[in-house]
């Protein structure tokens, strides 16, 4: 079974501290992604990686930066944390190829204060 | 550019009564389409992915989901809801352009009254 873990199921931050999310997945996968995920706005990505060192941004990426120095782990940097940063933050990876599924981690529940 | 709509961010299902899911795509080729399921608290898990194959597609804990071309439609369906059905439910439409990515639609709030 693909596994795709995720550092930590709920965080706690100050506003203006610098947050790492980290993301492991174990299957090869060439792509990795990070959403966040706010009641009645569904899943929205904030970047992918489709090869090590290799990022796109994705649809709401201010305020977030991204790191792919191995193939197994996709991390989420926000510089600076912010209230509105209070999210629900998943990770996924997939194969190449449009046939494939993602498969998605359990999810870090951020909050800023 | 591909998308989903699913409508109704809430749905109310009798506990024994049919759950009826809609997705309605759009896709300028033919399109990859997926259901998701997430558990309070748990990440995204597939119910069921159509790939061009059978337009009748049979996922996991009893839910199928049938692909329309002429309707542009893959609506997700269990004949008979149990209470642990209850969940949110993502209709996913593989996109064309950008490297493998998916587009999601809002999601579908399930609430199964006993």
């Known amino acids: 079974d693909v596994k795709v873990t995720q550092s930590s199921r709920y965080l706690v931050k100050r506003t203006g501290e610098k947050v790492f999310l980290e993301c492991v997945q174990d299957?090869?996968?060439?792509?990795m992604f990070w959403y966040r995920q706010d009641p009645g706005l569904g899943l929205r990505l904030i970047y992918f990686?489709?090869?090590?060192?290799?990022?796109e941004k994705g649809d709401i990426p201010e305020g977030y930066s991204v790191s792919r120095e191995k193939k197994e782990r996709f991390s989420l940097i926000l510089e600076s944390a912010s209230t509105n940063q209070t999210s629900m933050y998943l990770c996924?990876?997939?194969?190449?190829?449009?046939?494939?599924?993602?498969?998605f981690g359990p999810g870090t529940r951020l909050t800023v204060t | 550019a591909q998308s989903v709509t699913q409508l109704g961010s809430h749905v109310s299902v009798s506990e024994g009564a049919l759950v009826l899911l809609r997705c309605n795509y759009s896709?300028?080729?033919?399109?990859?389409l997926f259901w998701y399921v997430q558990y309070p608290n748990q990440g995204l898990q597939l119910l069921l992915k159509?790939?061009?194959?059978?337009?009748l597609v049979k996922g996991i804990n009893g839910f199928e989901a049938e692909f329309k071309k002429s309707e542009t439609s893959f609506h997700l369906t269990k004949p008979s809801a149990h209470m642990s059905d209850a969940a949110e439910y993502f209709c996913a439409v593989s996109r064309s352009e950008g490297n493998n990515r998916l587009a999601f639609g809002k999601g579908n709030q399930v609430v199964v009254i006993p």
């Open positions: 159509y790939t061009s194959a059978a337009t």
């Open positions: 299957m090869d996968h060439e792509n």
């Open positions: 996924a990876s997939r194969t190449t190829g449009n046939t494939g599924e993602q498969y």
């Open positions: 896709s300028s080729v033919p399109p990859y």
């Open positions: 990686s489709y090869d090590v060192k290799m990022k």
